[in-house]
């Protein structure tokens, strides 16, 4: 089941579009005006595929011209959640990607470095 929330999740822009529902209902302009760079056919594409997870609503106003809003289901609320919660890890993680690199940019005695090809590689544990 992971890997199905993975696969929906991975199409590109698909993130994007649930963080910016996330703030409240937006209309499919709001949402090309939001989101930089995705085309409308693009956008239209992921807004149907979460729609028919339940993941969006969509809702149509009988006016001239036609409105349409997106908003996102509690399934929804609770995936945008998570996605916030992904998003301060990767900032937390990168901070402490970004660390490493410096302190290994910032040795100043490379005679006390051990290369991972010095290093004896361990067996790998066998599953049982």
């Excluded at 930089?36 to 149509?60: D, Y």
């Excluded at 990767?90 to 290369?115: C, N, P, W, Y």
Aim: net charge neutral; hydrophobic share 40%; with cysteine.
């Amino acid at each position: 089941m992971i890997d199905f929330g993975l696969a929906v999740l991975s199409p590109r822009w698909t993130t994007e579009i649930l963080i910016n529902l996330a703030s409240g209902p937006r209309r499919t302009t709001q949402l090309l005006r939001d989101l930089k760079g995705v085309s409308a056919k693009t956008l239209c594409q992921r807004l149907r595929r979460l729609s028919e997870l339940n993941i969006v609503t969509r809702k149509t106003f009988a006016e001239v011209p036609p409105r349409v809003e997106y908003n996102l289901t509690e399934e929804g609320h609770a995936l945008a959640g998570l996605l916030h919660q992904m998003k301060e890890l990767g900032e937390k993680l990168q901070v402490v990607d970004k660390a490493r690199a410096i302190s290994h940019e910032t040795v100043e005695d490379a005679s006390e470095l051990t290369l991972c090809s010095d290093v004896e590689a361990a067996p790998l544990a066998t599953a049982v």
